[in-house]
């Protein structure tokens, strides 16, 4: 199992410098690198490239709609030689408000967008010249659609490597599907061990019953909070964990359509994920986060004395989770990253 977690650049570059050299220091063998609407990922992974030896560099994630395929695939290329072979590409499709709010771009077909994505980026880093017939993408443009001066093109440049990682973040049911069937890895999101075969057990068969043998085994990233202590210790991040995941079970998305609010009732907190959600949008913030069980932070997240963090690590590798992925709460957050570190070794 791998240690990652993630890094917001807030603009600073030498802040951004040292707390990854730090992160070197306690053993962490990932780090993801995220983008919504702030600085962008990929020019943030070229300069951690250049300030780094050992760590292992991820886009976390990169949307499928805002570059075309053929720019990821040139982005990966790039920041995969850059760092000598050390990058993962992560991918998905975010949302609606994101992709037609901020990138003005229609949130549509998103597993025909994804697929193609994956095709399309393999097809560049073979370095042939690259055709694509898909449901989202076609290469070259048709000519009723363009100048019809389009033409096949491959990649300029001499790939540092062909098979770049390909990550695909989904937690609904088409997408897992997808996902277990093409990518390299996946990565769902407030991933509860104990759980998450009930809720995409169904999927990941069936998509593994389509999967290609040369693809091998599918990395699985799981993702908790992270704060070694006892009780009044780690009572701030018990909290800032409920009241995280009541952000996205009671606020992301519209009352009809808010897919982590599903995959919280999926999940068997049925009730609770209702209440949440009412609480939520009815402003009622504080009795919305007052309304996160108990067992959901316990279960998904790594938080707690030292015992019931091993516990709960030993979970997580049991069912198969080959990338751990935790944000560390707290000012002890280096040495809890250096000590979950000596565990998982």
């Given at each position: 199992m791998k240690l990652c977690t993630g890094v917001f650049f807030d603009g600073d570059p030498e802040r951004l410098a040292a707390r990854i050299v730090d992160l070197e220091a306690a053993g962490v063998d990932m780090v993801l690198i995220p983008e919504i609407y702030g600085f962008d990922q990929i020019s943030v992974l070229g300069y951690i490239a250049a300030r780094t030896e050992r760590i292992e560099l991820m886009t976390g994630i990169v949307n499928v709609y805002s570059r075309s395929p053929a720019l990821i695939a040139q982005s990966a290329a790039t920041v995969d030689a850059l760092s000598g072979g050390r990058f993962t590409l992560g991918i998905g499709t975010s949302g609606a408000q994101v992709i037609e709010g901020w990138h003005g771009?229609?949130?549509?077909?998103?597993?025909?967008?994804?697929?193609?994505?994956?095709?399309?980026?393999?097809?560049?880093?073979?370095?042939?010249?690259?055709?694509?017939?898909?449901?989202?993408?076609?290469?070259?443009?048709?000519?009723?659609?363009?100048?019809?001066?389009?033409?096949?093109?491959?990649?300029?440049?001499?790939?540092?490597?062909?098979?770049?990682?390909?990550?695909?973040?989904?937690?609904?049911?088409?997408?897992?599907?997808?996902?277990?069937?093409?990518?390299?890895?996946?990565?769902?999101?407030?991933?509860?061990?104990?759980?998450?075969d009930?809720?995409?057990?169904?999927?990941l068969q069936a998509g593994m019953a389509k999967r290609?043998?040369?693809?091998?085994?599918?990395?699985?990233?799981?993702?908790?909070?992270?704060?070694?202590?006892?009780?009044?210790?780690?009572?701030?991040?018990?909290?800032?964990?409920?009241?995280?995941?009541?952000?996205?079970?009671?606020?992301?998305?519209a009352k009809s359509k808010n897919y982590y609010n599903d995959l919280f009732r999926r999940y068997g907190w049925e009730a609770e994920a209702e209440k949440i959600q009412d609480l939520f949008l009815g402003g009622q913030r504080a009795e919305a986060t007052a309304a996160v069980p108990d067992e959901y932070i316990d279960s998904a997240n790594l938080i707690g004395p030292e015992n019931h963090v091993k516990e709960r690590l030993a979970v997580y590798k049991d069912v198969g989770v080959t990338h751990l992925s935790v944000s560390p709460q707290g000012e002890n957050a280096l040495d809890d990253l250096a000590a979950l570190k000596s565990w998982i070794d």
């Open positions: 771009v229609p949130f549509k077909r998103p597993l025909g967008r994804t697929r193609d994505t994956v095709d399309i980026c393999r097809k560049v880093w073979a370095g042939d010249k690259v055709t694509h017939d898909g449901k989202a993408v076609t290469l070259p443009l048709p000519a009723d659609e363009g100048t019809g001066l389009g033409k096949p093109l491959k990649f300029m440049n001499r790939m540092h490597r062909q098979d770049i990682p390909i990550v695909i973040a989904s937690i609904g049911p088409s997408n897992v599907e997808l996902t277990a069937e093409i990518a390299d890895g996946w990565q769902p999101i407030h991933f509860v061990p104990d759980r998450f009930r809720v995409w057990g169904d999927a290609s043998p040369e693809l091998g085994p599918m990395s699985i990233f799981g993702d908790a909070q992270l704060a070694i202590g006892e009780s009044a210790d780690v009572a701030e991040a018990r909290e800032g964990s409920r009241a995280h995941i009541a952000f996205y079970v009671g606020g992301m998305g």
